[in-house]
């Protein structure tokens, strides 16, 4: 199964809206949680939208879909800003419908890799080398024999805009491919400016996690 992609600029929108409206509001507690509460009640309305191109089709109507799940659910808007609260419900309802289908997707993969007798299955990706300078560009590979994991991602430094390449080691269930226990102590993320450092580290924890489960 395929997940349908958000344009990242609207996905972005969204998570953006997201990590703006909760620390603005926590300083009042009682705008907090009427945040939540129109937040969840947006996200509801949304549960017509039951895949994502209809959830993306549906953020050229936010404005009037956030005042009528408040008007629904009786809950003042005053004191909050409604972009806000529209792009965080967006935001939870596209993790409510992509989650399902991404599990399932990686399952898939893991299972088509280890009946190819293939040692590594690249199980998660987010973004693009086309799209890594406004959102990161992020992937996670899987030894298959064992379920140990490495996530690698490259995006924009925020003061710079110089590419920042990030490595980390990730536990996999090795079954289906999703985080699987508590990282260990090799979980530590390393951030490199230079690629090719990043590049010869990618390669040693591949033949560490390699060897070591020979």
Known sequence: MTIPDVPPAVLREWQSAEERLYPVVMVRPDLYERAVQLVRAVADELQSCTDVPALVKAWAEAAQIVYRAATDAGLDLSGLD??????????????????????????ARVREAAERGEDWVRVEETGSIETAGMVPWSWVEMHVP???????????????GAPRFRLERVNLDPARGVPFGEADDLGVEESFDDRAEWMAAIEALRREIAGGNT
């Open 82 to 107: 409604a972009g806000l609260v529209a792009g965080a419900a967006f935001s939870l309802r596209y993790r409510e419908l992509a989650w399902p289908a991404a599990r399932e997707q990686r399952t």
């Open 146 to 160: 064992s379920g140990a994991g490495m996530r690698q991602t490259i995006e924009a430094d925020p003061d710079t």
